[in-house]
Nanobody, 122 residues
Framework: VQLQASGGGLVQPGGSLRLSCEASGTISSINTMGWYRQAPGKQRELVAAITSGSGGSTAYADSVQGRFTISRDNAANTVYLQMNSLKPEDTALYYC????WGVGAVLSEDYWGKGTQVTVSS
């Protein structure tokens, strides 16, 4: 099982980006999926998370509430992060995370994708 994130880049303040993260491999089901970020010199922090099931519940960091939207496509094993009104302080390496049941597994496992860089600068 692996997670592949994409969609990062350089954007001006006030701009938008959409991150995607697809899980692939021998997957039985996926529980909670989320996005974390880590800025230079800072600890990794949770940005947003979404539970499984149709209309999954969401949670956001206070710093992104109202600007970022997390969603998922269960059929495609993909989680998205729509980021609007971006600020320079949103600059960080963004990581996707998922709690996944592999086929035949007795326990779910926590998986991380490689980070995708988001830089907000004029």
């Amino acid at each position: 099982v692996q997670l592949q994130a994409s969609g990062g880049g350089l954007v001006q303040p006030g701009g938008s980006l959409r991150l995607s993260c697809e899980a692939s491999g021998t997957i039985s089901s996926i529980n909670t999926m989320g996005w974390y970020r880590q800025a230079p010199g800072k600890q990794r922090e949770l940005v947003a998370a979404i539970t499984s099931g149709s209309g999954g519940s969401t949670a956001y960091a206070d710093s992104v509430q109202g600007r970022f939207t997390i969603s998922r496509d269960n059929a495609a094993n993909t989680v998205y992060l729509q980021m609007n009104s971006l600020k320079p302080e949103d600059t960080a390496l963004y990581y996707c995370n998922a709690d996944i049941w592999g086929v035949g597994a007795v326990l779910s496992e926590d998986y991380w994708g490689k980070g995708t860089q988001v830089t907000v600068s004029s």
